[in-house]
């Protein structure tokens, strides 16, 4: 059987916990009770409604993830969220180096690697985020920035269990601009060189109707969707496309 298709939905900083309830609760009801889904949902709230959302995801096979962790596992570190705390509220993974937390709070790659060795030690499954700037693209520099970015991104602790490469060109994300389908093949074929096994997701602009054609190009394990993400219907119907076409 073809390896699930991940569907992870960003929902950044947006609601309040009664949204995010609600839109936990709808998706635990349209999936359950269905064999063989050729996907597995990811829901990544902010930081304050993630226990809400792992109480509404009880029992549901979909899963709970953070947006972002520290790389210490406690301490002085005034308004940060530990890897083992999202654990304990019942996430399964965490985002780490979302192009937003690398724009506006300066995170290196370096960095990344280390939020993503928390991440790992905590038993979480590290989302690691990759993506190059329009600038670059246009510059000609996609292939080595995003060739520079994972090696330094990924710790020596990622395995294909416990890691999971998000690629987001920047230019894309929240634009309405997807990459096309020949530059998304070609970059995920240059991350699969570099990453082996480890599932590789694309992210930018993703929807209902783009959602199929992206998710059969090869080595597109599945999507990292963020405006989509916050409407229950568009969500289900961009997981649904896993399964169109085959
Ligand atoms: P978008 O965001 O789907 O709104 O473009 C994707 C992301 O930032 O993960």
Not at 27 to 55: D, H, S, W, Y
Request: include cysteine; charged fraction near 20%.
């Amino acid at each position: 059987m073809a390896p699930l298709k991940l569907i992870v939905g960003n929902w950044k900083m947006n609601g309040l916990t009664a949204d995010s309830r609600e839109r936990a609760e709808k998706l635990a009801v349209a999936v359950k009770g269905r064999g063989n889904l050729p996907f597995q949902l990811i829901l990544c709230p902010p930081a304050t409604m993630v226990a809400a959302t792992a109480e509404a995801l009880r029992g549901s096979v979909i899963k709970c993830g953070g947006q972002d962790c520290h790389e210490q596992s406690c301490g002085a570190f005034t308004g940060d969220i530990a890897a083992v705390m999202l654990k304990d509220l019942g996430c399964t993974y965490v985002i780490v180096g979302h192009s937003e937390r690398r724009q506006h709070h300066r995170e290196t790659s370096l960095q990344v690697a280390a939020k993503a060795k928390a991440a790992h030690a905590a038993g979480l499954i590290a989302i690691i985020c990759v993506g190059e700037l329009d600038s670059e693209r246009s510059a000609g520099q996609a292939d080595s920035v995003i060739a520079g970015q994972l090696k330094d991104s990924i710790p020596d602790t990622a395995t294909a269990e416990n890691s999971v490469i998000a690629y987001e060109p920047v230019w894309a994300i929240g634009t309405g601009k997807t990459a096309s389908s020949e530059d998304i093949r070609h970059m995920h074929a240059l991350i699969r060189g570099k990453a082996g096994k480890l599932p590789i997701l694309y992210g930018g602009s993703v929807k209902g109707s783009n959602a199929a054609e992206i998710l059969h190009i090869p080595n597109v394990d599945g999507v990292l969707v963020g405006g989509a993400s916050l409407k229950a219907e568009e969500f289900l119907a961009i997981a649904e496309a896993s399964g169109e076409g085959k």
